[in-house]
T-cell receptor, first 113, second 113 residues
Framework: KQEVTQIPAALSVPEGENLVLNCSFT??????LQWFRQDPGKGLTSLLL?????REQTSGRLNASLDKSSGRSTLYIAASQPGDSATYLC????FGAGNMLTFGGGTRLMVKP | NAGVTQTPKFQVLKTGQSMTLQCAQD?????MSWYRQDPGMGLRLIHY???????DQGEVPNGYNVSRSTTEDFPLRLLSAAPSQTSVYFC????????????FGPGTRLLVL
């Protein structure tokens, strides 16, 4: 059974710092990996989707990398801002499972002004 | 477009009561799904549908029923609520269900006493 782990569970950094969020998964037979952002009391917003054949994806100050063979992904946030404060979730789509996502527990990020 | 909408936003039930969580999308998406999110845990898939008239079970289907009579709506029914069903419920949709980005609703917070 696929298991997805995110460490740390919570992170607090000063504004302007570059930071890395980690995601690991136990079964490398994935089709893609997604990073989501969740604001308190809100739904999830997709940030980046990396296909299994890709190594990384970038969107603005966000860069996500994928190392399928080692079962790891990282989300890099450059020059963090208080508006980046949220919970970040990663999720994998196993091969043959379509959109049946397996989620990690999330990392709660707080960026202090 | 309203995207994915969910009602109610918050509900309190007594053990044994029944209720229906509503989910609707106006993007003409074929794929819709329900997840639950518990504290410290990632989202877990309850049921999903790849089109009107077609539904299937996810990881944690027990205690929940679904049906899909139209493309737009995908209600989730709790027939006899239990305290273990206290959670936040998210509905999601995507165009086809083929490994693509999903769009999430704002969630329904359910408390079962």
């Amino acid at each position: 059974k696929q298991e997805v782990t995110q460490i740390p569970a919570a992170l607090s950094v000063p504004e302007g710092e570059n930071l890395v969020l980690n995601c690991s998964f136990t079964d490398s037979a994935i089709y893609n990996l997604q990073w989501f952002r969740q604001d308190p009391g809100k739904g999830l917003t997709s940030l980046l989707l990396i296909q299994s054949s890709q190594r990384e994806q970038t969107s603005g100050r966000l860069n996500a990398s994928l190392d399928k063979s080692s079962g790891r992904s990282t989300l890099y946030i450059a020059a963090s801002q208080p508006g980046d404060s949220a919970t970040y979730l990663c999720a994998v789509s196993p091969f043959g499972a379509g959109n049946m996502l397996t989620f990690g527990g999330g990392t709660r990020l707080m960026v202090k002004p | 477009n309203a995207g994915v909408t969910q009602t109610p936003k918050f509900q309190v039930l007594k053990t044994g009561q029944s209720m229906t969580l509503q989910c609707a999308q106006d993007m003409n998406h074929e794929y819709m799904s329900w997840y639950r999110q518990d504290p410290g845990m990632g989202l877990r898939l309850i049921h999903y549908s790849v089109g009107a008239g077609i539904t299937d079970q996810g990881e944690v289907p027990n205690g929940y029923n679904v049906s899909r009579s139209t493309t737009e709506d995908f209600p989730l029914r709790l027939l006899s609520a239990a305290p273990s069903q206290t959670s936040v419920y998210f509905c999601a949709s995507s165009p086809s269900g083929n490994y693509e980005t999903q769009y999430f609703g704002p969630g329904t917070r359910l408390l079962v006493l």
